[in-house]
Nanobody, 126 residues
Framework: QVELVESGGGPVQAGGSLRLSCASTSPSFYFDAMGWFRQAPGKERELVAAINWKSDLIRYSDSVKARFIVTRDNAKNTLYLQMNSLKPEDTAVYYC???????????????????WGQGTQVTVSS
């Protein structure tokens, strides 16, 4: 089965930055549509960013737009999330996910993802 492993989370002060990484064992990573999601205590898991195989189709949640940047390195089977100008409301467990669809498209529906990482905690203090 596919394994996704997130790293890079931790405590950070408001206004600071973190870079999350997601290493994938998917044999088809080059073709995988990928996404970052987050879940805060008492809230539903929500989309943060989604990206297709060529990085020419990218979607961001309105709450992170202009602050977060999602990228991927297909040669390294790795997905990244650069988080800047962090706010306390960004505090959550961040999850990497992949979708079993054509990598031509960008996938924004949580139900369309079939593999998930274990999550990495991001805690932003004010």
């Amino acid at each position: 089965q596919v394994e996704l492993v997130e790293s890079g989370g931790g405590p950070v002060q408001a206004g600071g930055s973190l870079r999350l990484s997601c290493a994938s064992t998917s044999p088809s990573f080059y073709f995988d549509a990928m996404g970052w999601f987050r879940q805060a205590p008492g809230k539903e898991r929500e989309l943060v960013a989604a990206i297709n195989w060529k990085s020419d189709l990218i979607r961001y949640s309105d709450s992170v737009k202009a602050r977060f940047i999602v990228t991927r390195d297909n040669a390294k089977n790795t997905l990244y999330l650069q988080m800047n100008s962090l706010k306390p409301e960004d505090t959550a467990v961040y999850y990497c996910a992949k979708a079993p669809v054509s990598a031509i498209v960008v996938v924004t529906s949580i139900g369309d993802y079939d593999s998930w990482g274990q999550g990495t905690q991001v805690t932003v203090s004010s």
